[in-house]
């Protein structure tokens, strides 16, 4: 099992920039593929970004393609979602997932067991 815990957000202009912290505790943190999703107030939680054990395969939602980057650090058992040129419509709770599952990265809530509590960003305009 692993516990995640969500740091970074806060209020931003639009145009401006973030960086999201997710720390892991518990088993390995090189175990688990991790994933950030979002949810607005009245809408569905949606997928973010997602990367593989190693970092080294990406997958994004269309709306963040080219704006948002995921990594991590195994080391520090930490991932972090940068976000730049941010919208109003980017403004959400932000949560981290962890995933043990090992086919292919699919941006698909379900296949995510852990999930942290989540950060509030927003957007003005």
């Known amino acids: 099992q692993v516990q995640l815990v969500e740091s970074g957000g806060g209020l931003v202009q639009a145009g401006g920039s973030l960086r999201l912290s997710c720390a892991a505790s518990g088993r390995p943190f090189s175990s688990y593929r991790m994933g950030w999703f979002r949810q607005a107030p009245g809408k569905e939680r949606e997928f973010v970004a997602a990367?593989?054990?190693?970092?080294?395969?990406?997958i994004y939602g269309d709306s963040v393609k080219g704006r948002f980057t995921i990594s991590r650090d195994n080391a520090k058992n930490t991932v972090y979602l940068h976000m730049n040129s941010l919208k109003p419509e980017d403004t959400a709770v932000y949560y981290c997932?962890?995933?043990?599952?090992?086919?292919?990265?699919?941006?698909?809530?379900?296949?995510?067991?852990?999930w942290g509590q989540g950060t509030q960003v927003t957007v003005s305009s």
């Open positions: 990367l593989s054990r190693n970092g080294g395969d990406t």
């Open positions: 997932a962890a995933s043990s599952r090992w086919a292919v990265l699919r941006p698909v809530s379900d296949d995510y067991e852990y």
